[in-house]
């Protein structure tokens, strides 16, 4: 039996690293209003950690979605499943229950912290071969500022954080408050990147579960983010509706080529070092020319995303048509499909 636990600050607690990690309030409601989310991709049978989600919210699921959860599992014979891994993340799966055993010790958190570290993406744009502008991993804020002003400007991503956060772009910036706040993820994170702004096109990412075996592709996903990163919703629709409108827009033979050099690179990364789903954000931008190209990756998230959400969702409610996928904060709009009982402060919809 699996136990599901929906923590999406974990990369905040990643950056942190401590055992009694304390969300900001933004992430306490996220993970409070989600906490039955892991019920849309649980089998049945499964267990979700919620404890503060009532009779009602289950009974909801499962007379508008037919999804049950059980109510009770064996403390040292389970399989725990969180969003992502921290210590943070054991820590709330032993209030739940979940016994020593069958959570990784401390040296394996550890290195799966390391692994979630920014600069891995860097690594793996080196193993496909990326023949672009490499971002820059420094603790020397002289760096960062000078490689900000040879791009003109630049995006500034701390080593750890998720969704867009702990990520701003310094245009707009003075040279004196960029310096300030260049210093400061240095001094909390212990360095600092810097990447030269592209011309956006579309977001995607390939999705990828790295095994005993190795590391196998899952399939596509295409996302929204804002100018400054902030994630905003994912497209609900099949895998080859996805695979169609990516080839649209690029060749389906860069598209392959450039999966097959992820999946290998992240084989060499990772393989005997992390088991568990994983995402890698990628980019379709235009070139100074015009032509649209493939960045085949933009960061690593060492963790379930939204887009294999997405997927799971997809295939639940057998979509034909594509949906919008996204968190939605007060009253809902109409024609919005609930995913989770509405009432708390955010509620996952399909819009």
Not at 48 to 59: I, L, Q
Not at 135 to 164: E, L
Not at 241 to 247: L, T, V
Not at 272 to 291: C, F, N, P, Q, T
Request: proline share 5%; glycine share 10%; net charge neutral.
């Amino acid at each position: 039996m699996k136990v599901h636990l929906f923590n999406p600050e974990n990369d905040l607690a990643l950056g942190i690293d401590c055992l009694n990690y304390t969300p900001s309030p933004h992430a306490k409601a996220l993970h409070d209003a989600g906490e039955l989310f892991p019920a849309w991709w649980a089998g049945r049978g499964d267990y979700v950690v919620a404890p503060d989600a009532g009779e009602a919210d289950r009974s909801w699921l499962r007379e508008n979605f037919g999804i049950i959860t059980v109510d009770g599992f064996d403390a040292v014979a389970c399989e725990p499943d969180p969003w992502g891994w921290s210590r943070n993340a054991c820590r709330l799966f032993k209030l739940a229950g979940v016994g020593d055993s069958c959570l990784p010790d401390q040296p394996t958190l550890s290195l799966y912290r390391e692994l979630s570290h920014r600069r891995t993406a860097v690594a793996l744009l080196h193993e496909a071969d990326y023949g672009g502008e490499m971002p820059v991993v420094t603790d020397n804020a002289d760096v960062a500022m000078d490689t900000i002003a040879r791009h003109g400007h630049g995006f500034v991503k701390s080593p750890w954080s998720g969704s867009g956060r702990g990520v701003f772009h310094s245009a707009g910036l003075a040279a004196a408050p960029l310096r300030r706040r260049i210093e400061g993820i240095i001094h909390r994170q212990g360095s600092v990147i810097v990447e030269k702004p592209l011309d956006k096109v579309t977001d995607m990412a390939a999705l990828f579960y790295a095994g005993a075996d190795g590391v196998k592709f899952h399939g596509l996903s295409l996302f929204e983010a804002e100018a400054r990163g902030m994630y905003a919703g994912n497209i609900v629709a099949g895998q080859q509706q996805i695979f169609d409108r990516i080839c649209s827009l690029i060749p389906e033979s860069l598209l392959t080529g450039t999966i097959g050099k992820i999946r290998d690179g992240l084989d060499r990364i990772l393989r005997r070092r992390y088991i568990g789903l994983l995402g890698v954000d990628m980019m379709i931008h235009r070139a100074a020319g015009g032509s649209l190209q493939l960045m085949p990756c933009i960061e690593i998230n060492l963790r379930r995303t939204m887009g294999f959400a997405a997927m799971d969702i997809a295939a639940r409610l057998d979509i034909k048509q594509p949906r919008r996928l996204t968190w939605h904060r007060g009253v809902l709009p109409a024609g919005a499909v609930a995913l989770l009982r509405p009432g708390k402060e955010f509620t996952p919809v399909l819009l």
